[in-house]
């Protein structure tokens, strides 16, 4: 077992427990709006007047987001090398959409890894 000053343990322990949250936050939210539930019709271009808000619309070159061990320890290692084998499909849907269901499968690999990071760090003992 690792062990850790009390304020790296508490730092690393709240960072996985908030990402968590908001990961599983923004997957439902995500989920909403592509079911149409939060007043878009599914999309930006179902909104009919983006006047003022064009700095927030998801298009390519055009939006701020362009610029933008063994046991417990192996699952978090596989966690994490899953959301990296990910990245091509996030970076590279803005140009080819179908990437996206490919892409979708952060919805389940950022929380679990996350996840695994809260229990790791809720483990760890603190040093005198």
Not at 32 to 38: I, M, N, V
Not at 54 to 60: G, K, V
Not at 62 to 80: H, K
Not at 111 to 121: D, E, I, S
């Amino acid at each position: 077992m690792t062990a850790a000053q009390p304020s790296v343990r508490a730092l690393g322990l709240w960072s996985a427990i908030l990402c968590t949250f908001f990961s599983l936050a923004y997957v439902v939210a995500q989920l909403a709006e592509w079911a149409g539930l939060l007043g878009s019709a599914g999309g930006p271009h179902s909104r009919g007047s983006a006047e003022g808000i064009e700095l927030l619309l998801f298009e390519p070159f055009d939006s701020f987001l362009y610029a933008v061990g063994e046991g417990l320890e192996r699952w978090i290692r596989i966690a994490l090398i899953a959301n990296g084998c990910l990245i091509p499909f996030l970076a590279l849907q803005m140009y080819w959409p179908p990437l996206i269901w490919g892409g979708a499968f952060w919805a389940i690999a950022f929380p679990a890894a996350t996840g695994l990071l809260a229990v790791h760090f809720g483990r760890i003992k603190e040093l005198p």
